[in-house]
């Protein structure tokens, strides 16, 4: 039974959902803070057709007292480690511009700066993590890392920009998919730019047919592995279009 109903949600969130090519994410109104709206955060969340994510202003305001405190993301597992070997294997240029989609305090930007990288750039949604990414990691002062959400982040890249993209779940499993986080990835990476990255296929909010999106984007699986606790490894090649 469990099964069917992810299937479900699968075919809800890649077929039966409608994109949306507008940023709703404003996480310092006031109306959207005050708890008496909790109805209509309800109602956001029920209703997947609309924009508006809400769950994202959980991680926004992640501080030390939660379970997804940054003071949890400071060392490298031993899938963070595996990522990131592949990040390095199609890496064949130090100074390609590469991110980190979902980089929290930066742990794996500061892996991959003391490798000799000279060019990163991270993203996150939460304000606490990208505040003291630099005061814990002082290797990463002058890498480029923002507060934003995906939404935000993406729209705003000019197309082609990056050679590598990497994310570490839970991060696009978790972004609502009235956002099409696929399409805009495809469109930042540069021609035979690489999308690595470590998801549980059928975890967190928002479960999809990761696999066909990715082929729907021009986004070719190079190298695929299950590991434990249920993640899948993917590379992935941008697709070269005839023009």
């Excluded at 109306?31 to 997947?48: A, E, I, S």
């Excluded at 549980?200 to 606790?229: A, M, Q, T």
């Amino acid at each position: 039974m469990k099964n069917f109903i992810i299937y479900l949600k699968k075919i809800k969130n890649t077929f039966l959902t409608p994109r949306w090519n507008t940023i709703y994410n404003n996480f310092d109104n006031s109306f959207l803070k005050n708890n008496r709206n909790k109805y209509f955060f309800w109602f956001l969340n029920k209703f997947w057709f609309l924009p508006y994510d809400t769950r994202s202003r959980y991680w926004h305001t992640a501080d030390e007292n939660t379970k997804h405190s940054y003071k949890n993301y400071q060392s490298l597992d031993s899938k963070a480690k595996i990522l990131l070997d592949e990040v390095r294997n199609y890496s064949f240029d130090k100074n390609i511009k590469i991110l980190d989609l979902g980089c929290n305090i930066g742990r794996h930007l500061n892996a991959l700066k003391k490798s000799g990288f000279n060019n990163l750039y991270g993203v996150d949604i939460g304000k606490k993590p990208v505040h003291q990414s630099k005061k814990y990691f002082l290797d990463l002062k002058d890498v480029n890392i923002r507060c934003s959400s995906f939404e935000e982040y993406l729209y705003k890249t000019k197309s082609s920009f990056f050679q590598i993209i990497y994310t570490h779940g839970a991060t696009i499993e978790l972004t609502k998919p009235t956002f099409p986080l696929i399409s805009q990835i495809s469109r930042v990476l540069d021609k035979n730019g690489y999308f690595i990255l470590l998801i549980h296929e059928n975890g967190h909010s928002y479960p999809r047919f990761w696999r066909y999106e990715f082929k729907k984007n021009n986004l070719i699986i190079v190298y695929c592995e299950d590991l434990e606790e249920n993640h899948t490894l993917f590379v992935l090649k941008k697709k070269v279009i005839n023009e």
